[in-house]
C-alpha cells in the first residue's frame, strides 16, 4: 500500500499546484476521515487496528484524487466514510471486499450530489466558475482540446486525472516495482487505442487515440483502480478478460452513453464479474 501512495505522489502534487488549496482540503479531509472511519470500525469490531497498512490511507487519497475540486466537505466526509464502511468492512475488511472501496465512495457521492460531482473549474482558477472537462466539451460541444494540455495537466477534471505525465510515470513505478501485474494495465490500453482508432477512422469527432487515453480518469483507473490485486481477477487469462472488457465498456460510455466519462463505472462493473472470471478462466490442473 506503501508503494502504491508512493506511485500517486506525482499526481498529487500535479493536483495541489493545478487546484491548491481546493485540493489539498479535499486531500487531508479524505485521508483523515478514512483512517478514523477505519480505526472506530476496528475498534467496534474488536479487531487489531489496520491503520498502519496504510489501506485506509490509500482509499482516502484514491478517493480525493478521484474528486472534483469544488466538491464539498460534507461530501468528501461522507464519501470517505461510506468507502470504509461500506466499500470495504461491509464485506469483511481488507481482502474480502467486492468492490474498490474509493470507486464506491464516489459512485455513492455521484448518486447522492450529482451536481456536485460533475461541477469542475479549470486549474489555477481564483473563482468557482465551472467549466466542462475536455471529454464533455468533445462530446457535448465538439471542442477539441489540445493534447499538450492533456499531457502536462492544463485542463480541468478531477484533482488527480488531470496531469497525463505524472500518472504515467507513476503506473511505470508501480508496474517496475511490480505492485501491479501488466496485463490489465496493457490490455486496457490496447484496447482502447484500438477501439477508438476504429471510431476515429469512421469519424474524427469521435476524438483520436491519445485523446482518450490522456483524457479523463483512464490513466488513473487503468494503473491505480483496475489493478487491484483484491477486486480483480487472480488468474492470468482473467485478467485480459477484465482490461479488455472494462477498455470497451469505457469507449462505449464515452461515446455512445449518455455520460462523457465510464471509467468509474466499468471497473466496478468488472469488480462484480470478477469471481466469475476466475472461475471460468482457471487452469486446468496438472494430470486432472
Given at each position: 500500500?506503501?508503494?502504491?501512495?508512493?506511485?500517486?505522489?506525482?499526481?498529487?502534487?500535479?493536483?495541489?499546484?493545478?487546484?491548491?488549496?481546493?485540493?489539498?482540503?479535499?486531500?487531508?479531509?479524505?485521508?483523515?476521515?478514512?483512517?478514523?472511519?477505519?480505526?472506530?470500525?476496528?475498534?467496534?469490531?474488536?479487531?487489531?487496528?489496520?491503520?498502519?497498512?496504510?489501506?485506509?490511507?490509500?482509499?482516502?487519497?484514491?478517493?480525493?484524487?478521484?474528486?472534483?475540486?469544488?466538491?464539498?466537505?460534507?461530501?468528501?466526509?461522507?464519501?470517505?466514510?461510506?468507502?470504509?464502511?461500506?466499500?470495504?468492512?461491509?464485506?469483511?475488511?481488507?481482502?474480502?471486499?467486492?468492490?474498490?472501496?474509493?470507486?464506491?465512495?464516489?459512485?455513492?457521492?455521484?448518486?447522492?450530489?450529482?451536481?456536485?460531482?460533475?461541477?469542475?473549474?479549470?486549474?489555477?482558477?481564483?473563482?468557482?466558475?465551472?467549466?466542462?472537462?475536455?471529454?464533455?466539451?468533445?462530446?457535448?460541444?465538439?471542442?477539441?482540446?489540445?493534447?499538450?494540455?492533456?499531457?502536462?495537466?492544463?485542463?480541468?477534471?478531477?484533482?488527480?486525472?488531470?496531469?497525463?505525465?505524472?500518472?504515467?510515470?507513476?503506473?511505470?513505478?508501480?508496474?517496475?516495482?511490480?505492485?501491479?501485474?501488466?496485463?490489465?494495465?496493457?490490455?486496457?490500453?490496447?484496447?482502447?487505442?484500438?477501439?477508438?482508432?476504429?471510431?476515429?477512422?469512421?469519424?474524427?469527432?469521435?476524438?483520436?487515440?491519445?485523446?482518450?487515453?490522456?483524457?479523463?480518469?483512464l490513466l488513473l483507473g487503468v494503473f491505480f483502480m483496475a489493478t487491484d490485486?483484491?477486486?480483480?481477477?487472480?488468474?492470468?487469462?482473467?485478467?485480459?478478460?477484465?482490461?479488455?472488457?472494462?477498455?470497451?465498456?469505457?469507449?462505449?460510455?464515452?461515446?455512445?452513453?449518455?455520460?462523457?466519462?465510464?471509467?468509474?463505472?466499468?471497473?466496478?462493473?468488472?469488480?462484480?464479474?470478477?469471481?466469475?472470471?476466475?472461475?471460468?478462466?482457471?487452469?486446468?490442473?496438472?494430470?486432472?
Amino acid at each position: 500500500m506503501r508503494q502504491v501512495i508512493i506511485a500517486l505522489i506525482p499526481a498529487t502534487i500535479a493536483g495541489l499546484i493545478l487546484f491548491r488549496i481546493r485540493a489539498a482540503l479535499l486531500i487531508v479531509i479524505c485521508v483523515f476521515v478514512s483512517i478514523a472511519t477505519e480505526e472506530v470500525i476496528s475498534r467496534i469490531r474488536k479487531k487489531p487496528s489496520t491503520i498502519t497498512d496504510y489501506s485506509a490511507a490509500l482509499t482516502g487519497l484514491l478517493l480525493a484524487l478521484i474528486l472534483p475540486p469544488t466538491t464539498s466537505w460534507y461530501g468528501a466526509i461522507l464519501g470517505s466514510i461510506f468507502a470504509i464502511l461500506v466499500g470495504k468492512h461491509l464485506f469483511g475488511g481488507l481482502g474480502m471486499n467486492i468492490f474498490n472501496p474509493a470507486l464506491i465512495g464516489r459512485a455513492f457521492l455521484m448518486a447522492s450530489y450529482p451536481k456536485m460531482l460533475t461541477t469542475y473549474i479549470k486549474p489555477f482558477a481564483a473563482d468557482s466558475i465551472s467549466c466542462a472537462t475536455p471529454l464533455a466539451l468533445n462530446k457535448f460541444s465538439q471542442i477539441g482540446t489540445p493534447l499538450t494540455d492533456l499531457f502536462f495537466g492544463g485542463v480541468s477534471g478531477s484533482i488527480g486525472e488531470t496531469s497525463a505525465i505524472c500518472l504515467i510515470v507513476g503506473g511505470i513505478y508501480i508496474l517496475i516495482r511490480k505492485i501491479a501485474d501488466w496485463r490489465i494495465p496493457v490490455s486496457m490500453l490496447v484496447t482502447t487505442i484500438v477501439f477508438s482508432t476504429i471510431l476515429y477512422l469512421t469519424n474524427n469527432a469521435y476524438g483520436s487515440p491519445l485523446f482518450h487515453i490522456l483524457s479523463g480518469g483512464l490513466l488513473l483507473g487503468v494503473f491505480f483502480m483496475a489493478t487491484d490485486p483484491v477486486t480483480t481477477p487472480v488468474t492470468k487469462k482473467g485478467r485480459y478478460v477484465f482490461g479488455i472488457t472494462a477498455a470497451i465498456m469505457i469507449m462505449v460510455i464515452r461515446v455512445f452513453g449518455g455520460l462523457s466519462e465510464g471509467v468509474m463505472y466499468s471497473i466496478l462493473f468488472m469488480n462484480a464479474l470478477t469471481p466469475l472470471i476466475n472461475r471460468y478462466t482457471k487452469p486446468k490442473r496438472f494430470g486432472a
